[in-house]
């Protein structure tokens, strides 16, 4: 099967997977202009925009309110959820954001409008720090958020159309030292391991500013030896694009905290496919942000865990009439 001949365009790994499962159910495919292209089966068919599928399961309005960060916060804390508190300021307003943040150091600064962990800078808490991070993203985005850091590991659970079908544990890049090799080395060492699983979603780590940045904050460098069994930490996001380790925890999770995310995101009229990025710390959780052309591949590819079959899940409400491979 050639995707790209019955699509008109390349696709992502994601949207790859979704096209042949939908192709191999019988759905047809329609190259149009622009990019773009028709998918149809029986009496439902959608235009497929930018290449991604599963947004167009849903609506406009839900896509509009989940692509800026801080308006789904507010629609959230305004519903009763748990989502943390952020300003956004524009390209030219870095005195003027400091000054908002200086109370509640340390702090994120990011795209209001990012993807995939994209110029997101974790636990910043110096004036100097927060300028060449602000002014980074100011290059290239119109609009940079400011929120409030708190500590707690990331999940990301995945809903389509009305339930919790996944959920894993995001960690940041790191590495875990043996006692001998410094932190090059290791980094050097899970980039083979990185080549031989051949896993097609898991990035190989770099030694690029950002992680000198992140290290420098720990008061390390690439030439320190950390003592066996040290988790040592590249990245403050955790986003598997950039090095992090997806592994499955869908099981794990209290089917109360589901039960709350769940009923998040069926409080957004129109969402019936997204990924919630959730900090959980204790008993605390914080909606962090509602990606709803989310990455399902992080699901079918674990760097450790049960793979778990989201696609099918996604082409199941997307065409009801056609029959579930999984």
């Not at 993807?115 to 290239?140: H, N, P, R, S």
Request: hydrophobic content about 35%; overall charge positive; proline content about 3%.
């Amino acid at each position: 099967m050639n995707i790209k001949e019955i699509t008109g365009r390349s696709l992502s790994t994601s949207n790859r997977i979704l096209a042949e499962e939908a192709y191999n159910r019988g759905v047809t495919f329609e190259a149009l202009p622009n990019k773009q292209f028709k998918m149809s089966y029986d009496k439902k068919s959608y235009i497929i925009r930018g290449g991604k599928i599963s947004s167009a399961y849903n609506t406009r309005l839900a896509g509009k309110l989940t692509k800026y960060k801080n308006a789904t916060g507010n629609f959230l804390r305004g519903m009763g959820y748990s989502s943390l508190e952020n300003a956004v300021f524009l390209t030219d307003e870095v005195n003027r954001a400091w000054k908002w943040a200086e109370d509640i150091l340390p702090v994120v600064v990011k795209p209001n409008d990012g993807i995939m962990g994209k110029l997101v800078f974790v636990k910043i808490d110096t004036y100097d720090e927060f300028k060449a991070c602000f002014e980074k993203i100011a290059e290239v985005r119109d609009e940079i958020l400011i929120e409030k850091f708190i500590e707690g590991a990331e999940y990301r659970f995945t809903f389509v159309k009305n339930d919790i079908v996944a959920v894993v544990k995001r960690v940041p890049a790191n590495i875990v030292g043996d006692g001998l090799k410094n932190i090059e080395q290791l980094i050097t060492s899970k980039n083979k391991q990185r080549s031989q699983r051949k896993n097609p979603l898991h990035k190989k780590l770099d030694m690029g500013e950002e992680s000198e940045r992140v290290l420098k904050k720990q008061g390390l460098s690439f030439n320190v030896i950390p003592k066996k069994g040290e988790t040592i930490y590249l990245r403050n996001n955790s986003n598997v694009s950039t090095g992090g380790d997806a592994i499955d925890v869908t099981d794990d999770i209290q089917p109360e905290l589901k039960e709350t995310i769940r009923k998040a995101i069926l409080d957004i009229p129109g969402l019936r496919v997204c990924g919630v990025d959730v900090l959980i710390n204790g008993d605390d959780y914080h909606i962090l942000e509602i990606n709803a052309h989310a990455m399902l591949t992080m699901h079918h590819f674990p760097w450790e865990g049960e793979k778990r079959e989201v696609v099918s899940k996604v082409i199941d409400g997307m065409f009801p009439g056609t029959l579930s491979k999984g």
